[in-house]
Structures are given as C-alpha cells and as structure tokens.
T-cell receptor, first 112, second 114 residues
Framework: KQEVTQIPAALSVPEGENLVLNCSFTDSAIYNLQWFRQDPGKGLTSLLLIQSSQREQTSGRLNASLDKSSGRSTLYIAASQPGDSATYLC???????????FGAGTRLAVHP | DTAVSQTPKYLVTQMGNDKSIKCEQNLGHDTMYWYKQDSKKFLKIMFS???????INETVPNRFSPKSPDKAHLNLHINSLELGDSAVYFC?????????????FGSGTRLTVV
C-alpha cells in the first residue's frame, strides 16, 4: 500500500531564504510524481510533474527532483517570497488507474 | 479557458437533506475523480470514472452516489447528509495511460452540514 510522507509539516522562514521540502513514498513503482500548491480556501494548483524516467524538473524558482530507488522527492524553492506562502502537497499515482495518493503537506509561511 | 469547473463553490445545508455537486472538464481527459479534503486538510480519493465507467470506489458510505453522463462530466449526489460529511470536495481529471500528464483539479466545493 502506497504511503506518502512530507517533512516538515510546517515551515516559517524570512523572505529570501532557499527552501527544501521533502517527500517520501513507500512504493517506488510509480509512473510520475506531482507537486501541488494549495492556498488557504482554494483549490490545488499543479506546480511540477516529474516522470519516472526523469531526475528533475524546473519551473522558475522551483526545482523538483526525484530519486525513485530511494523513494524520495524534494522541492527546492529559491529566494522565497511572501507570495510563496501556501501548503505544498506531494502526490504519487497508485494502482492500475493511477489514483493519486497525497502526503499531508508542508505548510509554508514566508514573512517579509 | 480550459479547466475543471465545479458547482456550487459553497453549499450550506441541513442534516438529512440531499444535495448534488457537479463537475465538468474541457481538457479532453478520459478519467475523472472525486476527492474529499477533511478538516485536517488530508486529501483522499472517493471515486474515479474512466470513460463513464466506475473504476475506483473507495470505502465511502453508499449515501454518496457518483454519476458520469459522459467523459467530460462527473456529478456527486449525497443523500441524507450528516454533520461528518462537512468537508471540501474536489473534482479532478487526468489522461489514463499518459505518464507525462498530471491531474488537474477543480477549485473545490465547500460543503457545510448544520
């Protein structure tokens, strides 16, 4: 049974810091891994998707890496800004129809 | 705009009532899902349809009944609402068999049962 864990559960940092959010999963037989952002009271916005054959993906100040063999992914946020404050969710597909299994998220607060 | 759209955005209702949530996607995806986000913000799958066929049915009370009239629409009907049904319900869609495609989520329906 696939389980996804995210560390830390919460993070509060001053503006400008470089951040690393961690995600681990128990079953390494995944097709891809997706990082989402959720703002309070809002829906999920897809940030990055890494296919199983890829090691990393980049979008602007965000970089996500994937190490399937060790069951880990990291989301790196460079030069954090207050607008980055949100909950970041990691999810992997499980089962034949790729139902997404989510971690509990990392709640990020970036203060000026 | 290409998107997954859900209605209504907010739903406040009394215990015992029956309510429906509707979802539509214009992304050309063949698989749609309902997820529930509880008060602790944990997201868990409820149902999934692939080309109108139910393929995932997690342990959900049978008061919840999904319906997919076509592959672009997925509705959720809830009978005899209970306080514990209060949550945010998200619709999502994806391409089956496409590892380079991720999920796209709707903006959610916040259901409050009083």
């Amino acid at each position: 049974k696939q389980e996804v864990t995210q560390i830390p559960a919460a993070l509060s940092v001053p503006e400008g810091e470089n951040l690393v959010l961690n995600c681990s999963f128990t079953d390494s037989a995944i097709y891809n891994l997706q990082w989402f952002r959720q703002d309070p009271g809002k829906g999920l916005t897809s940030l990055l998707l890494i296919q199983s054959s890829q090691r990393e993906q980049t979008s602007g100040r965000l970089n996500a890496s994937l190490d399937k063999s060790s069951g880990r992914s990291t989301l790196y946020i460079a030069a954090s800004q207050p607008g980055d404050s949100a909950t970041y969710l990691c999810a992997v597909p499980s089962g034949g129809y790729n139902k997404l299994i989510f971690g509990a998220g990392t709640r990020l607060a970036v203060h000026p | 705009d290409t998107a997954v759209s859900q209605t209504p955005k907010y739903l406040v209702t009394q215990m015992g009532n029956d309510k429906s949530i509707k979802c539509e996607q214009n992304l050309g995806h063949d698989t749609m899902y309902w997820y529930k986000q509880d008060s602790k913000k944990f997201l868990k799958i409820m149902f999934s349809y692939n080309n109108k066929e139910l393929i995932i049915n997690e342990t959900v009370p049978n008061r919840f009944s999904p319906k997919s009239p076509d592959k672009a629409h997925l509705n959720l009907h809830i009978n005899s609402l209970e306080l514990g049904d209060s949550a945010v319900y998200f619709c999502a869609s994806s391409h089956s068999g496409r590892n380079d495609y991720g999920y796209t989520f709707g903006s959610g329906t916040r259901l409050t049962v009083v």
